[in-house]
């Protein structure tokens, strides 16, 4: 028997509204039914690029063609229009952040479990090529022992004007791109109990929300991850920094170029003293190249689409959803925990 093609709409039709019409036009096995949006200059772009729109929610929520509801309004929005969905009989696809508090997500997960449908958040960079390089690196043993592993994000460009630099709309670079630095961590660091987290927020260039962050959260087996995203800094950082007994690895940016290091002679201990600013020094002696050996790293590919075509393999009953809610649960309990550090200065324990 042929499958049925799922039918697909989008709330909030602004930048990722139309990147989710788009994947629903691209993806084999889902079809974009329409969208809708509250302001009426998006609609009128809807009618420009031939994409059907509905008048309202309540219409857009009663078209029985209608599977699966993705919703991309501005943060605060999230959770009203989830349960809403969710009370009339759809599938839900929800933004990133979820919502900004764990107790609102224990509400929605309520709802999802109520009226017995499937309740995921896009959490689109597991995907990343960089991610899934780095993460690799560190679950092939190559390096030995991981310690330590920095994500960094950088930008120079300031936070962005409009709700994402209002608090109330849930504005701010953690619950922007922290979301998923931080998503990628806990995927990163799955079966390991996360210990403390010490964070620092920055207001640089806006003085309500935060434009960017540093954490430093320990997990359990002594390893440190910090992550960091800046939307002050003109000068380019590593994007993964990943220190293991063995050797370190740099992937320097999305596309993956950089390099692992490994030691291959640990026993040589004829070091030469060098000169270092006002002093001399063994310690910090560059290796020689006889006790290194030095590797590309090798790019993992990475399918762009593999959230969409997860989402259409699990309505199927083909697949398990990737993105989990208890997940997103603790995801969110990090990022409270790191709101309370930077406001007390004070290392919060888990
Ligand atoms: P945007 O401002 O471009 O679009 C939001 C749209 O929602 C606007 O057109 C607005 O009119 C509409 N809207 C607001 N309230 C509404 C309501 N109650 N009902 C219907 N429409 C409403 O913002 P964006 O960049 O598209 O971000 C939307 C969501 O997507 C946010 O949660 C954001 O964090 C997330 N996002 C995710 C990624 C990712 O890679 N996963 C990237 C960017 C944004």
Same mark, same amino acid.
């Given at each position: 028997?042929? *499958?049925?093609?799922?039918?697909?709409?989008?709330?909030?039709?602004?930048?990722?509204?139309?990147?989710?019409?788009?994947?629903?036009?691209?993806?084999?096995?889902?079809?974009?039914?329409?969208?809708?949006?509250?302001? /009426?200059?998006?609609?009128?772009?809807?009618? $420009?690029?031939?994409?059907?729109?509905? %008048?309202?929610?309540?219409?857009?929520?009663?078209?029985?063609?209608?599977?699966?509801?993705?919703?991309?309004? /501005?943060?605060?929005?999230? *959770?009203?229009?989830?349960? %809403?969905?969710?009370?009339?009989?759809?599938?839900?696809?929800? $933004?990133?952040?979820?919502?900004?508090?764990?107790?609102?997500?224990?509400?929605?997960?309520?709802?999802?479990?109520?009226?017995?449908?499937?309740?995921?958040?896009?959490?689109?960079?597991?995907?990343?090529?960089?991610?899934?390089?780095?993460?690799?690196?560190?679950?092939?043993?190559?390096?030995?022992?991981?310690?330590?592993?920095?994500?960094?994000?950088?930008?120079?460009?300031?936070?962005?004007?409009?709700?994402?630099?209002?608090?109330?709309?849930?504005?701010?670079?953690?619950?922007?791109?922290?979301?998923?630095?931080?998503?990628?961590?806990?995927?990163?660091?799955?079966?390991?109990?996360?210990?403390?987290?010490?964070?620092?927020?920055?207001?640089?260039?806006?003085?309500? =929300?935060?434009?960017?962050?540093?954490?430093?959260?320990?997990?359990?087996?002594?390893?440190?991850?910090?992550?960091?995203?800046?939307?002050?800094?003109?000068?380019?950082?590593?994007?993964?920094?990943?220190?293991?007994?063995?050797?370190?690895?740099?992937?320097?940016?999305?596309? =993956?170029?950089? $390099?692992?290091?490994?030691?291959?002679?640990?026993?040589?201990?004829?070091?030469?003293?060098?000169?270092?600013?006002?002093?001399?020094?063994?310690?910090?002696?560059?290796?020689? *190249?006889?006790?290194? *050996?030095?590797?590309?790293?090798?790019?993992?590919?990475?399918?762009?689409?593999?959230?969409?075509?997860?989402?259409?393999?699990?309505?199927?009953?083909?697949?398990?959803?990737?993105?989990?809610?208890?997940?997103?649960?603790?995801?969110?309990?990090?990022?409270?925990?790191?709101?309370?550090?930077?406001?007390?200065?004070?290392?919060?324990?888990?």
């Amino acid at each position: 028997m042929a *499958k049925k093609t799922i039918g697909g709409a989008v709330i909030g039709y602004g930048g990722m509204g139309n990147f989710h019409s788009n994947k629903m036009l691209e993806v084999d096995g889902i079809e974009l039914i329409g969208v809708y949006d509250i302001d /009426p200059a998006r609609h009128e772009l809807a009618k $420009e690029r031939g994409v059907s729109y509905f %008048d309202s929610r309540e219409a857009l929520l009663a078209d029985e063609r209608i599977d699966v509801v993705v919703v991309a309004t /501005p943060n605060d929005a999230h *959770k009203e229009i989830v349960i %809403d969905a969710l009370s009339k009989g759809k599938n839900v696809v929800c $933004e990133k952040p979820v919502t900004m508090k764990s107790t609102d997500l224990d509400d929605m997960i309520a709802a999802s479990e109520k009226y017995g449908r499937l309740f995921t958040v896009h959490q689109n960079r597991r995907w990343d090529e960089d991610y899934l390089t780095a993460k690799k690196i560190i679950e092939d043993g190559t390096l030995g022992r991981v310690f330590r592993i920095e994500s960094k994000i950088h930008g120079s460009h300031g936070i962005p004007e409009g709700w994402r630099s209002e608090k109330k709309h849930g504005g701010g670079m953690l619950l922007d791109w922290g979301v998923h630095s931080l998503d990628q961590m806990l995927t990163m660091m799955e079966g390991r109990e996360l210990l403390s987290v010490y964070a620092t927020l920055t207001n640089i260039t806006n003085d309500e =929300c935060d434009d960017g962050y540093s954490c430093l959260c320990k997990f359990e087996g002594g390893v440190e991850f910090v992550s960091e995203v800046y939307t002050n800094n003109f000068i380019q950082m590593p994007r993964w920094y990943i220190l293991g007994e063995n050797g370190s690895a740099l992937v320097k940016d999305w596309d =993956c170029n950089g $390099e692992i290091v490994k030691v291959v002679n640990w026993e040589k201990y004829d070091i030469a003293p060098v000169a270092a600013g006002a002093g001399i020094t063994k310690t910090m002696a560059p290796r020689t *190249k006889d006790t290194i *050996k030095t590797f590309p790293v090798e790019k993992v590919e990475a399918d762009w689409s593999a959230f969409y075509k997860n989402l259409v393999a699990y309505i199927n009953g083909e697949e398990e959803i990737v993105v989990k809610l208890p997940q997103q649960r603790k995801l969110l309990k990090v990022i409270e925990a790191i709101f309370e550090s930077a406001e007390k200065n004070e290392v919060i324990k888990f």
